[in-house]
C-alpha cells in the first residue's frame, strides 16, 4: 500500500547544530502536514504544504514540499532544547487517507 | 471545549476485559480520527467520521474494535476481549474542516492527550 517514508528515525545533535528530517511517498501527494510529538505529549500541527515547490518558514524552521509532490523536508536551523521531540509528516494520499511517516526523533546531546 | 478531550488518560485492563475510551473533540468540529501510537511509532489510522457518519473503518484492526459518533459529537472506541497486543497509546484528533470531496480531509489535525492502554 501507499507508505510514506521518513528519514532517518533518530538524529542526535549538539544544540545550536542544524537539523533535517526527510520524507518521500511512493506516489504523488495531494498535500502534506508536519506535526510535533513532545516526549510524553500528543502531535502537534506544524503547518500543511499543498503547492509544487511550496517554501515555509517559520522562524526557525523552514518547511519545503518537492516539485513533484512526492517528498517534503523540515530543516531547523541552530536547534535549541525546546525543539527536542519527534517530527512527523503527514501526506494526503490520492485516497483522500492520511498517511504517516514513523517520525524522526530530534534529540540534543548533553 | 478549548480542545480535544479524551478520557480515561490510563486505563489498565486484564486480558479478556471490555474497554470504551472516548472524545470530546472541539465544539464544532465536522471530521473525527482516532489512531492508535504505539511507543516509539507513527500514529497508526483506525477510523474516520464526518459528523455521525463512520466514512472509513479500514484500519481497525479486527472486529472486536468498535467505535461509533452516534450525534456527531462525542465518539466512543471500545475495544473488546482485549489482548495485550492491543496495549497503545489511542489518539483522538478532530479537524474543522471537510474538504471538496466527501472523502476530501484537508486542514490542520487537533489531537487529544490520547489514551493509555495498558493490557495486563
Known amino acids: 500500500g501507499q507508505q510514506v517514508m521518513q528519514i532517518p528515525q533518530y538524529q542526535h545533535v549538539q544544540e545550536g547544530e542544524d537539523f533535517t528530517t526527510y520524507c518521500n511517498s511512493s506516489?504523488?501527494?495531494?498535500?502534506i502536514q508536519w506535526y510535533k510529538q513532545r516526549p510524553g505529549g500528543h502531535p502537534v500541527f506544524l503547518i500543511q504544504?499543498?503547492?509544487s515547490g511550496e517554501v515555509k518558514k517559520q522562524k526557525r524552521l523552514t518547511f519545503q514540499f518537492g516539485e513533484a509532490k512526492k517528498n517534503s523536508s523540515l530543516h531547523i536551523t541552530a536547534t535549541q532544547t525546546t525543539d527536542v521531540g519527534t517530527y512527523f509528516c503527514?501526506?494526503?494520499?490520492?485516497?483522500?487517507?492520511?498517511?504517516w511517516g514513523a517520525g524522526t526523533k530530534l534529540i540534543i546531546k548533553p | 471545549g478549548a480542545g480535544v478531550s479524551q478520557s480515561p488518560r490510563y486505563k489498565v485492563a486484564k486480558r479478556g476485559q471490555d474497554v470504551a475510551l472516548r472524545c470530546d473533540p472541539i465544539?464544532?468540529?465536522?471530521?473525527l480520527f482516532w489512531y492508535q501510537q504505539a511507543l516509539g511509532q507513527g500514529p497508526e489510522f483506525l477510523t474516520y467520521?464526518?459528523?455521525?457518519?463512520?466514512?472509513?473503518k479500514s484500519g481497525l484492526p479486527s472486529d472486536r474494535f468498535f467505535a461509533e459518533r452516534p450525534e456527531g459529537s462525542v465518539s466512543t472506541l471500545k475495544i473488546q476481549r482485549t489482548q495485550q497486543e492491543d496495549s497503545a497509546v489511542y489518539l483522538c484528533?478532530?479537524?474543522?474542516?471537510?474538504?471538496?470531496?466527501?472523502?476530501?480531509?484537508?486542514?490542520?489535525?487537533?489531537f487529544g492527550e490520547g489514551s493509555r492502554l495498558t493490557v495486563l
Open positions: 484528533a478532530s479537524s474543522r474542516r471537510q474538504g471538496a470531496s466527501r472523502y476530501e480531509i484537508t486542514g490542520e489535525l487537533f
Open positions: 465544539s464544532g468540529h465536522v471530521s
Open positions: 467520521f464526518q459528523n455521525e457518519a463512520q466514512l472509513d
Open positions: 506516489t504523488t501527494l495531494s498535500n
Open positions: 504544504l499543498v503547492k
Open positions: 503527514a501526506g494526503l494520499d490520492s485516497n483522500y487517507q492520511l498517511i
